[in-house]
């Protein structure tokens, strides 16, 4: 919900989106939102510098370090949104008829910006 609320505060800021429905539109924000957004410490802070990632480090006691495909902050934020749409569904039912919210052009974003993500840690742990 935390990462819900960051993201409405600053699109309607911009005045990006009219209200609290989750529909393409507003997917499509969160999607580039969450792609683009700097990590969060721990008081909720914007670490400068970083990213959120689709792919993170994994260290088992009987190998070198590898990269392993985990759940990643991108699709993790994807789905609570579907969450939050599903109680919308429920709530209103006209809403998946007049307000699609998973469309192809939402579900190819979600694949490219995870993907973008992962190239850009190997570019990482390669330079370093």
């Known amino acids: 919900m935390l990462f819900k609320q960051l993201f409405l505060h600053e ?66 934020g994807f789905y609570g949104a579907l969450r939050i749409r599903k109680q919308q569904d429920a709530a209103n039912a006209l809403l998946a008829s007049t307000r699609p919210a998973a469309t192809v052009y939402v579900w190819d974003l979600v694949k490219t910006r995870m993907r973008e993500a992962i190239v850009r840690h190997r570019q990482y742990v390669t330079a370093s």
């Open 11 to 76: 699109t309607r800021l911009k005045l990006e989106i009219r209200d609290d429905i989750v529909d393409e539109h507003s997917l499509i924000l969160f999607i580039n939102w969450c792609g683009e957004r700097p990590q969060l410490n721990r008081k909720f802070e914007y670490i400068p510098g970083t990213r959120i990632g689709a792919v993170r480090l994994y260290c088992s006691p009987y190998c070198s370090l590898r990269l392993t495909e985990s759940q990643s902050q991108i699709k993790k």
